[in-house]
């Protein structure tokens, strides 16, 4: 099969088509067809070798994929050939053909086709898990790093549909402008006193999304209500920050880091079907709109990842296969 | 009633005896005679002026008591007059008198006078809340620092009776043998590297019990396994330290930070419930064995606080009144 091929770490280059063997399903799992290929920030760590997949996972990159299923293997149920599927991988999505347990795999969103299709599931499992680590509840204020990110637009919507108070962060007008259409209560500008904004808003997050790390680290502590909860999930701001610990103690605060793509299978495939429950529902009555992605062609791999990088893009990159 | 009193924060001097208004118990209160008043760490605190009690609780110091029940307020169900108790309070254990909610007192566990019952409480009701923050499960792997002191003696054989393996740190080859005695598993010199040894001997702690804070943050977060949760319940080397949220991702992990005394009313009450139906059978049946307390009497506060500030006591301290 074609698949994206890196031989070793580094820049774009390093990104080539070539030829793999084509997986074969064991007993679980199924092999699909790739229709598109979700790109993801994760992806260009990965190239360059910042980000290696887990033990046992294909070298190929791609965290997420739609297609069609091509066969099944043993002990399957749900999933039978000609089936149109979306996918959550801890690796191999860029290629012709992907194998994934049969619970890593739903069906499309309704009325979102197969390409686009391609984009949602790993930013949607990533928001549903990681504000269900935080237990975010209704009426609770909610703070998104990022808001017009790909994670905060989502982010937002989704937590608005839980009920919650939304409160986002963004560096630009327009930025800000795209938070509050996508539903956030209060949108701050990240190059200001943003602490103390949320604060007079609304007294402070109950729950906070962070995509930066260590940047905001002490700021994020500040932020917190009492009995707050934050989540990181990104590092775009590095990785060792200072802890005041006692003002985490006076606020009986928590602290939580995870990662989607380190989760067991099992936990994968709960993630997915609480999505089909929960989140696609949200997308086929409109409470959660999806951007416009932007579609590149497979081989044109090299394109998408600077695309990405180069920072202008707005919304989800697609590889059509 | 006698009392005693603080006029201003200082040095062992500013703690006087005097006279206070015997306070009147409210509806759900219940006014309690103390027999002995717990000494803890926090009155130290907050004699020096540095913890201050949460808004509208008694500037008298003291967190737990014990003693008989003198009146009851309007709606009290479970106790009349003449019942023991022991308290767990937010403040006022340092007088002849003192007022709790109902859901604040149990009896003494079976087999405890009431003078050795005055010093169970908050240590009990500490662990049990905190071991639950962290989740601790039967088999997994209990780290807990201080295993010598008063919290760590408990947590040890606590966390054993809830079937952890259980690890300790101390300083000194007596007390490395002291958490021995008391059912811990792997023993760890806290001058030596604890983090390899923990590692080596058990891969690492599922939960860790923290009473260091800022000192311990980076290698604590080095201990935890994957999915580990730690608790930090006490700040003695230090407010802010560095925490790699790298590590705590690639972990999975959580910081939580509590403390008991600034939880709400009705938690407190479902805390003692649980210790009482929890961790008073333990007493009872010597899966938990008391350390010999040491008594000093009421007028004698000076010196209790002294011989807590100078090191050298092991087990508890109780006033007698
Ligand atoms: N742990 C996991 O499971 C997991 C899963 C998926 C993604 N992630 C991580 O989540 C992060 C976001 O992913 P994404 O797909 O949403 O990326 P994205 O669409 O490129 O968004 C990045 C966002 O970062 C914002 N940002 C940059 N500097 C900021 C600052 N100083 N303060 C606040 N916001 C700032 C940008 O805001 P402006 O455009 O307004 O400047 C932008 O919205 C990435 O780090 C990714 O690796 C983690
Ligand atoms: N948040 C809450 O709700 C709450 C409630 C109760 C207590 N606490 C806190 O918990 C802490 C312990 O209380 P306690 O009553 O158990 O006090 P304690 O009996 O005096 O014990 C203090 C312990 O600290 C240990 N220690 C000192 N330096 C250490 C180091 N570098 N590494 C590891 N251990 C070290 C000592 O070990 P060695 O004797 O072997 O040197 C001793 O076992 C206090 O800070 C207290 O304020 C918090």
């Known amino acids: 099969m074609r698949a994206v091929i890196v031989e070793a770490p580094g820049d774009v280059d390093v990104l080539t088509l070539g030829e793999a063997d084509t997986p074969t399903p064991g007993p679980g799992e199924v092999l699909v067809r790739t229709v598109a290929s979700g790109v993801n920030r994760a992806d ?19 965290l997420e994929a739609s297609g069609v299923v091509e066969r099944v293997g043993e002990g399957v149920e749900r999933w039978k050939e000609g089936d149109e599927v979306v ?17 890593q795999l739903i069906p499309p969103p309704p ?26 509840a209704h009426g609770e204020v909610f703070l998104v790093h990022g808001g017009a990110g790909g994670i905060g637009t989502f982010a937002t919507q989704y937590a608005k549909a839980l009920g919650a108070v939304v409160a986002a962060t ?14 956030a209560d209060f949108a701050f500008d990240y190059h200001g006193d943003w602490v103390s904004a949320l604060k007079e808003a609304t007294g402070g997050a109950d729950v906070i999304l962070d995509i930066i790390g260590a940047k905001y ?17 990104g590092l775009q701001g590095g990785v060792k920050g200072t ?36 989140v696609w529902p949200m997308l086929g ?18 394109a998408a990842h600077e695309l990405l990088s180069g920072g202008s893009n707005v919304g989800k990159i697609v590889l059509v296969h």
């Open 111 to 136: 009325g979102v086709d197969l390409v686009s299709a391609a984009g949602v599931l790993e930013v949607a499992a990533t928001v549903l898990s990681n504000l269900r680590v935080g237990n975010l």
């Open 44 to 62: 260009i760590l990965q190239r360059q070798g910042h980000y290696p997949p887990p033990p046992g996972v294909t070298d190929i990159i791609g």
């Open 87 to 103: 996918a959550l991988l801890s690796g191999g999505g860029y290629a012709e053909f992907f194998v994934a347990p049969e619970g």
């Open 285 to 302: 009555d409109g409470r959660i709109r999806l951007s416009p992605e932007t579609r590149i062609a497979f081989d044109d791999v090299r």
């Open 170 to 183: 963004a560096g630009s007008e327009d930025k800000l402008r795209h938070c509050r259409e996508h539903g």
């Open 217 to 233: 680290l002490e700021a994020n502590v500040k932020a917190l209500k009492k009995r707050g909860r934050m989540v990181v999930i």
């Open 243 to 278: 802890l005041n610990l006692g003002l985490l103690l006076s606020k009986q605060a928590t602290i939580s880091a995870t990662s989607l793509r380190f989760r067991p299978a099992a936990e994968k495939a709960e993630i997915c079907a609480a999505v089909e429950a929960q």
